[in-house]
């Protein structure tokens, strides 16, 4: 199976802030790699598709980049409702697996 | 737009088998654009994908289940339907159900989840 493996593990951010959240696969998989953010209690919702490809709808201060083993989510200016759980999931080869995930807080 | 709905016992004794269904509306199940998938959480863990059915009976599972996942579509109630036998204590878990669409394999719509405690 392929491993992701997420860091950190949390972040405390204020609003208006900068973040990035980092996934490193445990082989190659190309750009085979989405992002989701997950609020409390809620399901996940998908961010970004293909490493740096925007679902649809979700807004542009979101961006993916990274291809092989290392991929990073920037939120270029952090929002109220930006204060989620943040997960990277492998689409290279079954079984799709999930990094561990990482959770933005507030300052 | 489509949505997903699961629907299931709350509550699972040790060694029995866990049965949930997702009842999808907005779209047909029966399309060869989609892949239906079980996806799960245990309380404050990661997420783990369980396995998959596609339009025609094709499905796939996470080797780590052991073969105990089955995954089953009835095309006239347009639903999929999860069962896991045997289950334990580690399969406490949010049950999620999702979409997959297109060439790319991530999850575009889910249900809101479903909550399984394993427990006598």
């Known amino acids: 199976d392929i491993q992701m493996t997420q860091s950190p593990s949390s972040v405390s951010a204020s609003v208006g802030d900068r973040v990035t959240i980092s996934c490193r696969a445990s082989q190659g998989i190309s750009s085979w790699l989405a992002w989701y953010q997950q609020e409390s209690g809620k399901a996940p919702k998908v961010l970004i598709y293909a490493a740096s490809n925007l679902q649809s709808g979700v807004p542009s201060r979101f961006s993916g980049s990274g291809s092989g083993t290392d991929f990073t989510l920037t939120i270029s200016s952090l929002q109220p409702e930006d204060f989620a759980t943040y997960y990277c999931?492998?689409?290279?080869?079954?079984?799709?697996?999930f990094g561990g995930g990482t959770k933005v807080e507030i300052k | 737009q489509v949505q997903l709905q699961e629907s299931g016992p709350g509550l699972v004794k040790p060694s029995q088998t866990l049965s949930l269904t997702c009842t999808v509306s907005g779209g047909s199940i029966s399309s060869g654009s989609y892949y239906w998938n079980w996806i799960r959480q245990p309380p404050g863990k990661e997420l783990e994908w369980i396995g998959y059915?596609?339009?025609?009976?094709?499905?796939d599972n996470n080797p780590s289940l052991n073969g105990r996942a089955t995954i089953s579509m009835n095309t006239s109630k347009n639903q999929f339907s999860l069962m896991l036998s045997s289950v334990t204590t580690a399969d406490t878990a949010v049950y999620y159900c999702?979409?997959?669409?297109?060439?790319?394999?991530?999850?575009?719509?889910w249900g809101q989840g479903t909550m399984v405690t394993v427990s006598s």
């Open positions: 999702a979409r997959k669409s297109g060439n790319n394999w991530f999850f575009d719509f």
């Open positions: 059915i596609y339009y025609g009976g094709k499905t």
């Open positions: 999931q492998q689409a290279k080869s079954f079984p799709l697996t």
